[in-house]
């Protein structure tokens, strides 16, 4: 199956909520699926979290394997203080601890992207018990320099498409990928049977599908059961994010 979700749509129902790890209300947008899940649901599952300035989420992990993308604001990650910029990607295996994530000045936020819905409640680790859930994994935790995005006339009048590797594993088939394609260009994107399919996000300009043109922060989901998909960009171009899950038989595909 194919999902869209148009970002301007998504982040009009944008609301407060309270982060389970520390109690603190920031702004969160639900792209798809649940805000969080404690068992598998079919579909998949996309949300935003907008953080307040200063604002720190404490070390923890999730059940679910995930593609973060930090999209505006700034911030750090890690003990060691690495700095987040628009637009960085990360890339979670699941059961993988990662933070603290610290808000800068300006808030932070990102976006939790899930192939599917399934145990993807925060497991903290400074609360009893987190060991006793932890499953194996290979524990990859991968985070990319910040994609810069063209200014709209340079966009715009691309002649040629470009994909940018970002990270890739053989392995499994997973990859992060940018794609920059000029006005009305389009583009085969990946087998989505080649791994465990992909998200396509819209970091700049506009994705055309069938009748619906996708702006700017919004979604594609291609499902690893779909033979193929046309990436299509709007009349001032697009580059969007092509983030390809690996393969994962506990994912159930």
Avoid: C
């Avoid at 995930?66 to 059961?95: C, E, W, Y």
């Avoid at 594993?169 to 994107?189: C, F, K, P, T, Y």
């Amino acid at each position: 199956m194919i999902h869209t979700r148009s970002g301007a749509d998504a982040l009009a129902k944008r609301d407060v909520v309270v982060s389970p790890g520390t109690g603190n209300r920031h702004w969160g947008t639900v792209f798809f699926g649940p805000r969080s899940s404690a068992e598998r649901q079919p579909g998949p599952q996309a949300t935003m979290s907008e953080l307040d300035a200063n604002e720190t989420i404490v070390p923890h992990f999730h059940g679910v394997t995930m593609f973060q993308l930090f999209v505006a604001g700034s911030g750090t990650i890690g003990n060691r203080g690495q700095v987040l910029q628009p637009l960085t990607v990360q890339f979670k295996d699941h059961h993988t601890a990662y933070g603290p994530i610290v808000a800068g000045p300006q808030g932070l936020s990102f976006v939790a992207m899930r192939m599917y819905t399934g145990n993807s409640e925060p497991i903290y680790l400074d609360k009893p018990g987190y060991r006793e859930r932890l499953e194996q994994s290979k524990r990859r935790h991968l985070t990319s320099e910040p994609v810069r995005f063209s200014t709209e006339p340079v966009l715009k009048s691309r002649k040629e498409v470009t994909w940018e590797t970002l990270f890739a594993d053989e392995s499994d088939g997973m990859a992060a990928q940018v794609v920059r394609l000029g006005e009305g260009m389009s583009v085969q994107g990946p087998d989505p049977r080649a791994a465990g399919g992909y998200y396509l996000f819209v970091g700049n300009g506009s994705l055309i599908h069938g009748d619906e043109e996708l702006p700017q922060w919004s979604m594609v989901v291609v499902e690893p059961t779909e033979e193929k998909f046309e990436i299509r960009a709007g009349a001032n171009g697009l580059e969007a994010m092509v983030l390809q899950y690996p393969r994962e038989e506990r994912a159930g595909w």
